[in-house]
């Protein structure tokens, strides 16, 4: 890992694939990954970590079995360890994610929408 700065844009701009999440840094033990949602994911939970949702463009939703928490540009959400949720968006939204390294996207779900970790873009 280099100490260059990193133009969040640019790096968007790597990729199309939805609900697959890119590492573009890490700190210690944790991962920052750029990830385009679109559509709805998977019900999921990560019984080991909390998860950070900080949307950069567009708008998202993550529903939990009680409540449904919508988030625009500029918010964010963390969503507890061990708590189940699913994130969706109508039209694609730009997320950052920060997790600890190795932690599976679609939790302990698995699935078709499990993507491959630890991809750098």
Same mark, same amino acid.
């Given at each position: 890992?280099? #100490?260059?700065? @990193?133009n969040l844009q !640019? *790096?968007?701009?790597?990729? /199309?694939?939805?609900?697959?999440?890119? =590492?573009?840094?890490?700190?210690?033990?944790?991962?920052?990954?750029?990830?385009?949602?679109?559509?709805?994911?998977?019900?999921?939970?990560?019984?080991?970590?909390?998860?950070?949702?900080?949307?950069?463009?567009? #708008?998202?939703? @993550?529903?939990?079995? !009680? *409540?449904?928490?919508?988030? /625009?540009?500029?918010?964010?959400?963390? =969503?507890?360890?061990?708590?189940?949720?699913?994130?969706?968006a109508q039209q694609?939204?730009?997320?950052?994610?920060?997790?600890?390294?190795?932690?599976?996207n679609t939790g302990?779900?698995?699935?078709?929408?499990?993507?491959?970790?630890?991809?750098?873009?």
């Amino acid at each position: 890992m280099s #100490s260059e700065k @990193i133009n969040l844009q !640019d *790096k968007l701009a790597k990729f /199309s694939e939805h609900w697959s999440p890119r =590492v573009i840094a890490q700190m210690n033990d944790y991962q920052f990954k750029l990830a385009k949602f679109q559509g709805e994911f998977t019900w999921h939970a990560h019984t080991d970590t909390d998860e950070v949702f900080l949307v950069l463009e567009g #708008s998202m939703g @993550i529903e939990f079995r !009680d *409540k449904v928490v919508e988030l /625009s540009a500029g918010e964010m959400y963390v =969503v507890p360890k061990g708590v189940e949720h699913k994130p969706f968006a109508q039209q694609e939204c730009k997320v950052m994610l920060v997790e600890p390294a190795g932690v599976v996207n679609t939790g302990d779900a698995g699935g078709e929408l499990t993507a491959q970790n630890d991809v750098w873009v």
